[in-house]
């Protein structure tokens, strides 16, 4: 079964810092797709940046970028210059490809420190 | 289009209540899910639908929770009878689904806040 981890449940970064959240999965598929959301208080659940398991290159949106490393079995999300509405949680999900079902992780609480 | 509309928003009933949770999809969307968050547990996905038919319900706690997608555009997850430990955020999502773009972007609504004292 495909399992997602996120072994930090709280986070803090200085305001225009950067900051990087952890997440392996475990699965024994080859192509599937990763994501991160975020859920501000507001708890609507925001893609934030997607990843294709057959691409080398890691994504980027904006100060968003993941580390990609497949044979590990690991994704995190780096955000850089942190701004005060990057605060909220952040879920690492996992989707094989040949269904539609999205696997969570427990998520990772941010707090930016102004 | 104005994303996935659920209500209500937030739900306080009795234990042994009925509850029924409202879901409208993003128009043109094919598939539908239905999640349940809280703090033990995270995000759960309780059932997903295609094309308005069951895929997977392996989620779905116990015979006290149905759901139901009688057309494209409308879902119902009902609880009968409910319990304390139902109290959750629940979510629906739509996607474009298999037929859609490869990634199959779930998009959220807001949520219900149900809470059974």
């Known amino acids: 079964a495909q399992t997602v981890t996120q072994s930090q449940p709280e986070m803090s970064v200085q305001e225009a810092e950067t900051v990087t959240l952890s997440c392996t999965y475990d699965?024994?598929?080859?192509?599937?797709?990763l994501f991160w959301y975020k859920q501000p208080p507001s708890r609507q659940m925001i893609l934030v940046i997607r990843?294709?398991?057959?691409?080398?290159q890691n994504a980027t949106e904006n100060r968003f970028s993941v580390n990609f490393q497949k044979a590990a079995k690991s994704f995190s999300l780096k955000i850089s210059d942190s701004q005060l509405g990057d605060a909220a949680m952040y879920f690492c999900?996992?989707?094989?490809?040949?269904?539609?079902?999205?696997?969570f992780g427990k998520g990772t609480r941010l707090h930016i420190l102004p | 289009d104005a994303g996935v509309i659920q209500s209500p928003r937030h739900e306080v009933t009795e234990m042994g209540q009925e509850v029924t949770l409202r879901c409208k999809p993003i128009?043109?969307?094919?598939?539908l899910f239905w999640y349940r968050q809280t703090m033990m547990r995270g995000l759960e996905l309780l059932i997903y639908?295609?094309?308005?038919?069951?895929?997977?319900d392996s989620g779905m706690p116990e015979d006290r929770f149905s759901a139901k997608m009688p057309n494209a555009s409308f879902s119902t997850l009902k609880i009968q009878p409910s319990e304390p430990r139902d109290s959750a955020v629940y979510f629906c999502?739509?996607?474009?689904?298999?037929?859609?773009?490869?990634?199959?972007?779930?998009?959220f609504g807001p949520g219900t806040r149900l809470t059974v004292l």
């Open positions: 999502a739509s996607s474009l689904g298999r037929t859609g773009n490869s990634y199959n972007e779930q998009f």
């Open positions: 699965t024994s598929e080859s192509d599937y797709y």
């Open positions: 990843q294709e398991a057959y691409k080398q």
């Open positions: 999900a996992y989707r094989r490809n040949r269904d539609d079902k999205i696997i």
């Open positions: 128009s043109g969307h094919n598939s």
């Open positions: 639908f295609n094309n308005n038919v069951p895929i997977d």
